[in-house]
């Protein structure tokens, strides 16, 4: 550690101890104001600690500010919305959209009390998951082919104030917060299945308790006097007003116990529950360090991620495989953000996993402008339990046009071709590769390529990071 950042850090836990200090005592005195680049520093710690929660008050914004539900998964506040259509490089609603499943969102308020959650039978062994996020982008639980099963259920999602009897026969969900969001995957086979996932959707039911109660599964929610079916897009303050309103969010959702030292380090600087740093009278060194801060926190959030990034794919042949406590953070908020900003509700590995593709086999990056090849080696196959792929995106997680309008492989879309031996190569280049165009991914015509592989329910040899991901050879 370099001599600047050690007296940082032994300036920074000094204040903090002096906060502390009971009152009367003579060393009780208030601290002397930040400097600066203290206050930058604090304020960059800040911007990486907040910004899941920013990051799911700005889905939360946009996908609500519709006043019915639309075919893109947007809904109003306590219900489902779901997207009827896979995206496509003219519309896509999230960075590196699947193309394995359709998406249902809905965002919870449990203020007001419990909210019922039923689940249809699901027949053909199609895989299903509903996940449940916490404000800071954590999964707290699931409903789906892997927790329950593809049976029909009724599952009440409970929040911290409510105490009351919940009727027989149904599955008690807790949350420890009022505001949680709920993302479900139903699997597509191909375009042609659309209509089968549409039943499969329209079977899916998020209503009050006191509703299921009275109701039942036949409760429609009342329509609204305007009809704005378009949401209004949502983008993070910048500035003071970022730090403004972390403290609103924070204070509307309390962090757990085990941020009690990046919050008292954040209280430094006038950030935290409740605290609005552009009106709390700052000395204006410290208002100048959180103006940088705040300027610079996305660039540090996307060095964070090419740091992370580079030291996976050194260990998988190429491949960035997310760490074991991606969704389960903890105090790993540096993957947290990243995870937040450039990949928001990802699962847990245990029911996917999504690793991506970075570089070929002598280390250089991917690009358009080169020809590659995949290749599985027989019994090598990605060990998914239930279905895997591979989607091509550009640089910035997006899909691109191609001749064939194909942006995916995978095994449950058909049409593979697999060598003699069992072993599995695709091809991924911008112009067909002669005889091999079943197992052609097309990519941008240059600039930067990301294939990424999804695999849902990884098995062993995926989850404890003993299989072997395949090669990706440049041939042209």
């Not at 006038?270 to 609005?276: L, R, V």
Request: charged letters at 10%; proline letters at 8%.
């Amino acid at each position: 550690m370099s001599h600047p950042a050690r007296r940082l850090i032994t300036c920074m836990l000094g204040l903090i101890a002096a906060i502390a200090l009971p009152v009367g005592s003579a060393a009780a005195a208030t601290p002397a104001p930040l400097t600066e680049a203290q206050a930058q520093q604090v304020g960059t710690d800040a911007y990486v600690y907040g910004v899941s929660l920013m990051e799911f008050r700005r889905q939360r914004q946009q996908q609500t500010s519709v006043t019915v539900p639309n075919t893109l998964s947007d809904a109003p506040i306590n219900q489902l919305g779901n997207a009827r259509a896979l995206a496509t490089p003219a519309h896509q609603v999230f960075v590196a959209p699947n193309l394995d499943t359709l998406y249902s969102m809905g965002h919870m308020d449990l203020t007001n009390g419990p909210l019922v959650l039923h689940v249809p039978a699901v027949s053909g062994g199609r895989y299903y998951s509903f996940e449940f996020l916490d404000p800071y982008t954590n999964v707290f639980h699931y409903v789906g082919t892997r927790t329950t099963g593809n049976g029909a259920g009724n599952y009440v999602i409970v929040g911290p104030t409510f105490h009351g009897a919940l009727p027989a026969g149904l599955h008690r969900i807790s949350s420890k917060y009022e505001h949680i969001w709920l993302v479900g995957r139903t699997q597509v086979y191909g375009p042609s299945d659309l209509p089968a996932v549409h039943k499969v959707q329209n079977d899916h039911k998020l209503m009050p308790l006191t509703k299921f109660e009275t109701v039942g599964l036949g409760y429609t929610p009342p329509r609204p006097h305007r009809i704005i079916t378009t949401h209004t897009v949502a983008t993070l303050p910048t500035g003071l007003a970022y730090f403004d309103a972390l403290g609103t969010a924070l204070a509307q959702n309390p962090a757990p116990a085990r941020d009690a030292a990046i919050l008292a380090e954040l209280k430094t600087a006038g950030i935290g529950p409740g605290m609005h740093p552009s009106t709390e009278n700052l000395p204006a060194a410290t208002l100048a360090g959180l103006q940088a801060a705040a300027a610079a926190g996305p660039g540090k959030v996307f060095a964070d991620r090419v740091s992370i990034v580079i030291a996976s794919a050194h260990a998988h042949r190429g491949w960035y495989v997310a760490p074991a406590d991606i969704g389960n953070f903890g105090t790993d908020y540096a993957l947290r953000g990243v995870i937040a900003v450039y990949g928001i509700a990802a699962n847990l590995r245990v029911e996917a996993m999504y690793p991506v593709a970075t570089t070929d086999s002598t280390g250089n990056l991917l690009g358009g402008a080169g020809k590659y090849v995949i290749h599985f080696a027989a019994g090598q196959l990605p060990p998914a339990k239930y279905f895997w792929s591979i989607t091509m995106y550009n640089a910035q997680d997006y899909l691109v046009a191609n001749p064939i309008n194909r942006y995916a492989l995978g095994n449950h879309m058909g049409n593979l071709k697999y060598n003699a031996d069992g072993s599995l190569d695709i091809f991924i280049q911008s112009t067909p590769p002669a005889g091999h165009q079943s197992n052609w991914l097309p990519c941008p015509t240059s600039g930067q390529i990301v294939p990424i592989m999804r695999m849902y329910g990884p098995k062993a040899p995926a989850l404890n990071d003993t299989y072997s991901y395949p090669s990706i050879t440049k041939v042209g």
